[in-house]
């Protein structure tokens, strides 16, 4: 028992899962993606991050599991924090085609200023605000080589724990899915700025996160996605965009959070939209093949 909690085995399991899936994260990163997955908060909604560091540190005297070696912690800005500058504030309407405006790119956020101004544009502007990428994750600003200012943000991170849809879809096993759920990557944030009013720019940007994203993971965390996943509220968008992008419609979600293994988080049923990265996806995510 760790702070008032006691641990099932399948629990403990996937905390080990997690490490395995994990292994560049820092102890701080690894602790957050466990609570996000066991539902391990205060009563107003933290992540019991303290506790779980108490609780790795007490699997690995016991020789139940392996933490990385200890590292410094990368930024965390929790949207509590955020405060809106003028470096975010509305500009002038852009307004005409992808064409006018390229080349269209994106750009890896990885440094400290640069993640403090990618929340500080999602929390401002983003319909679900700025909440703590949990595991691997990739943030990207979207860029045009006509302008300085960013014309947008994406944000890939980890994909939901169990969806009936994508999983049968796959082909999956309870097992498949436990071994190989870190080659599916959600994409959990997209944001094109209000004042920007560019035809295809969101369906272009897409095409260039997919072209790109599998050498990106890869750099980063030491292995290759094949597999994009993301949920769309059908009460406020159609997905014009995934489905210019060729991206596949699966279905609807079940109404529960993305990490919801309890039905405790009854939520609105999303669109589930899917990209396959690789051909021979399935049989990768099956273990049919070995992963490139």
Request: glycine share 6%.
């Amino acid at each position: 028992m760790v702070s008032g909690r006691y641990f099932t085995e399948q629990e403990l399991q996937d905390v080990k899962e997690i490490i395995r899936m994990f292994p560049k994260l820092s102890l701080t990163e690894l602790a957050n993606t466990v609570c996000e997955n066991l539902d391990w908060v205060t009563p107003n909604g933290r992540n019991k991050t303290a506790s779980c560091l108490q609780l790795l540190k007490k699997l690995e005297e016991k020789g139940s599991i392996t933490l990385p070696a200890k590292q410094e912690d990368k930024i965390h800005d929790n949207r509590d924090r955020i405060e809106f500058g003028v470096h975010t504030r509305p500009a002038q309407l852009i307004e005409g085609s992808v064409s006018d405006f390229e080349p269209i790119g994106l750009e890896l956020v990885r440094s400290r200023d640069g993640i403090r101004l990618w929340n500080e544009y999602v929390h401002r502007y983003h319909t679900l605000g700025y909440k703590r990428p949990f595991g691997a994750h990739q943030r990207y600003f979207i860029t045009t080589g006509t302008r300085e200012k960013p014309l947008g943000c994406l944000l890939f991170a980890a994909a939901a724990w169990a969806l009936t849809a994508r999983d049968e879809w796959i082909g999956w096993t309870q097992i498949d899915r436990s071994l190989r759920l870190n080659l599916v990557v959600n994409n959990t944030r997209f944001l094109i700025f209000p004042w920007v009013c560019v035809k295809n720019l969101a369906s272009k940007s897409l095409s260039l996160a997919a072209k790109r994203i599998r050498s990106d993971w890869q750099k980063r965390y030491g292995y290759s996605p094949v597999l994009l996943e993301t949920f769309v509220n059908p009460k406020k968008y159609r997905g014009t965009c995934y489905q210019a992008a060729n991206w596949i419609y699966l279905g609807k979600t079940a109404g529960r959070g993305r990490m919801d293994r309890h039905t405790k988080r009854l939520l609105t049923p999303k669109d589930i939209y899917v990209y396959p990265l690789a051909a021979d996806f399935r049989s990768q995510l099956k273990g049919e093949t070995a992963h490139e």
